[in-house]
């Protein structure tokens, strides 16, 4: 028979010493964003974007700014592009969408939608694409075709 022997829980476990440093009011860690660089931020990225902060930010990389900029609410002017034309988004416009509406049907022939983009100052995939969005055009995989066979 086995004899079990008795474990005392009250001896106390001895001192670890502090893992974290100590915490002294008023004073961060270096991760935290400081008022002054959110007045950097809220002066440089209007105007310039996220490249125009970095230089005055040293300790801080460009998708910290992007993330700093959208939790502060901040939106820019600047297009990042070098032709300075907006992007994509600028594109949604009731006239644009009564444009194609009306010049889809008359488009025929090779390269028609092409030139169309050319004309109207839009990338063709982009045409295309909207074109879809407001049910003007079918891609090639909507279109019905012959069914597969099955044994």
């Known amino acids: ?27 961060h860690a270096e991760t935290y964003w400081r008022a002054e660089e959110d007045a950097i931020v809220r002066a440089h990225y209007p105007k310039g974007g996220a490249k125009a902060c970095l230089p005055h930010l040293p300790r801080r990389n460009i ?5 700093r900029a959208k939790k502060l609410g901040l ?14 988004g600028a ?3 009731p006239e644009m969408d009564a444009t194609i509406r009306d010049r889809w049907p008359s488009l025929v022939g090779r390269g028609a939608v092409s030139r169309f983009a050319d004309e109207i100052d839009v990338p063709r995939w982009w045409l295309s694409a909207r074109g879809l969005c407001i049910s003007r055009c079918r891609t ?12």
């Open 63 to 67: 998708r910290s700014v992007y993330q």
């Open 140 to 151: 090639k995989r909507s279109r019905p075709g012959p069914r597969p066979r099955t044994r």
């Open 1 to 27: 028979m086995v004899t079990l022997t008795p474990v005392s829980f009250a001896n106390p476990r001895g001192h670890a010493p502090r893992l974290s440093k100590k915490y002294v009011p008023g004073r």
């Open 91 to 93: 594109l949604l416009s």
């Open 75 to 88: 939106s820019t002017t600047h297009t990042g592009r070098r032709d300075g034309r907006r992007a994509r």
